[in-house]
């Protein structure tokens, strides 16, 4: 059974930064690509950034470039999404999310999810 575990959410001021972890077990970790996703009050889910089996980043919203890095340790099953900048508009659940196969395309599907760690920005 897969679990999937996000932490390190929190309270933060304007142009501060945190550093997101995701944990994930019950798979072989470095075989999936893996996605981070938010859903601020009100509005829907949105896709952050994906990155794949090698490490590759791809962004799910162009307008979250550069301030928003993913990166994995297979070694450890982890995930981690730095956010740097942070604006009150970054307010939201953040969601990790298991893909189904090893690459961050528009094939397979995002199958496992952890409940989330809330991040607020204050002004």
């Known amino acids: 059974q897969v679990q999937v575990v996000e932490s390190g959410g929190g309270l933060v001021q304007a142009g501060g930064s945190l550093r997101l972890s995701c944990t994930a077990s019950g798979l072989t970790f470095d075989e999936h690509a893996m996605g981070w996703f938010r859903q601020a009050p009100g509005k829907e889910r949105e896709g952050v950034v994906c990155?794949?089996?090698?490490?590759?980043?791809?962004y799910m919203t162009d307008s979250l470039m550069g301030r928003f890095t993913v990166s994995r340790d297979n070694a450890k099953n982890t995930l981690y999404l730095q956010i740097n900048s942070l604006k009150p508009e970054d307010t939201a659940m953040y969601y990790c999310?298991?893909?189904?196969?090893?690459?961050?395309?528009?094939?397979?599907?995002?199958?496992?999810w952890g409940q989330g760690t809330q991040v607020t920005v204050s002004s």
């Open positions: 999310a298991v893909k189904s196969d090893s690459y961050c395309s528009a094939k397979g599907a995002y199958n496992n």
């Open positions: 990155i794949n089996h090698f490490g590759i980043m791809t």
